[in-house]
């Protein structure tokens, strides 16, 4: 099993002392001189599940001798785990000193994450938490020192200079403009450092936008006098090398193809025998122009060296003076900014994406529609009609099926066995004819009284003669209306018993439907008597029926767990399709209003109900 190896014991001297400028090592060294660190290392790992290794350290007083022991050891692997997992500087009290504070920063690879960790031993008391995070905001600058060193490493190997000497320039150039946060100081330090670097007797910084240069800061100059001579020919200077996007440098090399009549110029009336400008830039935009002039010539690897500590520099003063502005200016900038982001050409995906946003949104607040309440309806006839059983008895025959059509006083529904009925009849017609011969009999021999017994037998029975000759005639149940069978399915029941007012059939008319809407309650409010709306059914959505707003309820109902109102409504033209029972979909006429309120209108009664609105 591998072990993670401990922080040394002590620093390696090929490693603190005589780095050569530009190496990781060196740039340790530079970052102790610009934060309060005594010490520092870095550690790496090829993979998640392998143990971090020492690659560089700068530990010239043997400060890290204290972080060798084993549990000290495992409290910086752990930072260095945190910090490479999370991305950020990491800190804590240096276990053997309370006055100092162990900082792990991250060092990244541009879109590829973090790449190792540097470990810096900071003096700062643990109680003082100003002064702690700004040791936080120092250990993270790490990170872009190492990534300046590399890239003054690509840009000096590009130019033909020694990658250490250039790397070291521009670094330190770096280094001290840091130590500024207004933009005028930090541009007057950068000329000065130029100045004096390259022995130079003027050094000057200016901007250039909309195809003018404006001069901005002079070295060894506190007030700049922009109307002077010598001003207006170093910004013509500035101009031609910042229109041409290129280092020129006056008296030109041999192979030059570059225009230098304003250098010229500038060397000839001013007294420079050599001038060199380069172009800053920021975001590959050139937005400003070094001008350096002196009396020795300026050889290829000079320039390649101000070239590099201009580009690492620049930009910096250019970010400080945008931050520095007043705001009403930094507002129109902005604004401008802005402008020419949405009318460019590029992000042309985005735009027309905003584009298309703002047309809807234009659209849904400009133009108006129809409100509509949707609910779930059902056919229901206007008037239904039950057959019923007229008496008790069993079912002979049925002559018709649920979805018949019947006709008034014709259509034959069904009939009950009237047998029975049949022979009581018959003998109660014989006990009739009994009873009147037997009056007949006594009215002839003068006996009164047994007559007047005797027709009163016979009334009794023909009384119920006519019961059942009454009831023999409904045995054959007739429709009463024109419509349609819609229930009552007797085919099993035939010979079945029934009793009187049994219900066995039921008959609706087809001209007189009508559709019961169930709205929500919260939407009840806005229908109204007379209001128009359509109707599609679930088995022909296709279809589109009108119908006018007959009645509302005022009072809800419960139907399905929900709070709703019944809605009666009269149908424009019913089509022979349609049956009771048939459900769907209705969509009422609420009245008109802007796209956007009716689309969010449920939303916004939710937000109201929610908040108390």
Do not use: Y
Request: aromatic share 4%; hydrophobic share 45%; charged share 25%.
């Amino acid at each position: 099993m591998t072990t993670t190896p401990s922080i040394p014991a002590a620093a390696d001297p090929a490693r603190t002392r005589g780095d050569a400028p530009g190496t990781l090592g060196w740039v340790l060294g530079r970052a102790c001189d610009l934060t309060p660190a005594v010490a520092a290392i870095v550690l790496r790992r090829e993979r998640a599940d392998a143990p971090f290794e020492v690659i560089a350290q700068h530990d010239p007083s043997g400060s890290l001798e204290a972080l060798a022991q084993p549990h000290h050891a495992a409290q910086v692997r752990a930072m260095a785990r945190e910090c490479e997992a999370e991305g950020r500087v990491v800190a804590m009290v240096d276990p053997a000193d309370d006055q100092r504070t162990v900082c792990a920063a991250p060092i990244t690879e541009r879109g590829a994450g973090v790449r190792a960790v540097g470990v810096l031993l900071i003096e700062s008391p643990s109680d003082d938490g100003d002064e702690l995070r700004g040791c936080l905001v120092r250990a993270a600058f790490l990170d872009e020192l190492v990534a300046l060193a590399e890239a003054a490493h690509e840009r000096a190997s590009r130019q033909g200079e020694a990658p250490p000497i250039a790397a070291r320039a521009a670094l330190e150039i770096v280094a001290a403009c840091n130590e500024h946060a207004r933009w005028f100081a930090c541009a007057a330090r950068l000329c000065n450092e130029a100045a004096s670097r390259w022995g130079c007797d003027r050094v000057s910084l200016g901007s250039f936008r909309h195809g003018r240069a404006r001069l901005l800061a002079v070295s060894h100059t506190e007030k700049i006098a922009r109307t002077s001579r010598v001003a207006h020919d170093t910004q013509r200077a500035m101009e031609e090398c910042a229109d041409q996007d290129e280092p020129i440098a006056h008296p030109q090399p041999p192979d030059a193809v570059c225009i230098a009549r304003d250098h010229a110029r500038l060397a000839k009336a001013h007294g420079s025998a050599c001038v060199l400008s380069v172009p800053l830039r920021r975001s590959g935009e050139t937005v400003g122009v070094a001008t350096l002039e002196r009396e020795a010539p300026w050889s290829a690897d000079a320039a390649a060296g101000v070239a590099l500590a201009m580009e690492l520099a620049g930009p910096r003063v250019f970010d400080l003076r945008e931050r520095d502005r007043w705001f009403g200016t930094r507002f129109v900038h902005d604004v401008r900014a802005a402008l020419a982001w949405v009318l460019g050409p590029t992000q042309t995906w985005i735009k027309l994406g905003a584009i298309c946003a703002l047309a809807f949104l234009a659209f849904a607040l400009l133009t108006s529609t129809t409100a509509r309440v949707s609910g779930a309806f059902t056919l229901e006839p206007v008037a239904r009609h039950i057959a019923a059983a007229p008496f008790d008895g069993r079912i002979e025959r049925v002559h018709v099926r649920i979805g018949d059509a019947v006709a008034a006083g014709e259509t034959v529904l069904f009939s009950l066995d009237a047998s029975e009925l049949r022979l009581e009849l018959a003998g109660l017609r014989a006990e009739r004819t009994a009873h009147d011969r037997e009056a007949t009999g006594a009215m002839r021999d003068g006996r009164t009284a047994e007559a007047q017994i005797a027709q009163a037998h016979a009334a009794r029975v023909g009384a119920r003669i006519d019961l059942l000759e009454h009831r023999l005639a409904t045995a054959a149940v007739v429709s009463p209306i024109d419509g349609v069978i819609v229930d009552g399915d007797l085919d099993r029941r035939l010979h079945a018993p029934v009793t009187r007012g049994e219900a066995l059939f039921e008959i609706v008319r087809l001209d007189g439907l009508r559709a019961e809407i169930d709205v929500p309650d919260a939407e009840g409010a806005r229908v109204h008597v007379g209001a128009r709306g359509e109707l599609a059914p679930a088995s022909r959505p296709e279809s589109r029926i009108g119908f006018t707003v007959e009645r509302v309820d005022p009072a809800p109902r419960i139907v399905g767990g929900r709070s709703v109102r019944r809605v009666i409504a009269t149908l424009d033209g019913p089509e022979a399709w349609m049956r009771p029972g048939a459900e769907g979909v209705a969509k009422i006429d609420a009245g008109q209003g802007r796209r956007a309120a009716v689309w969010t209108r449920a939303l916004v009664d939710w937000v109201r109900l929610r908040l108390w609105l």
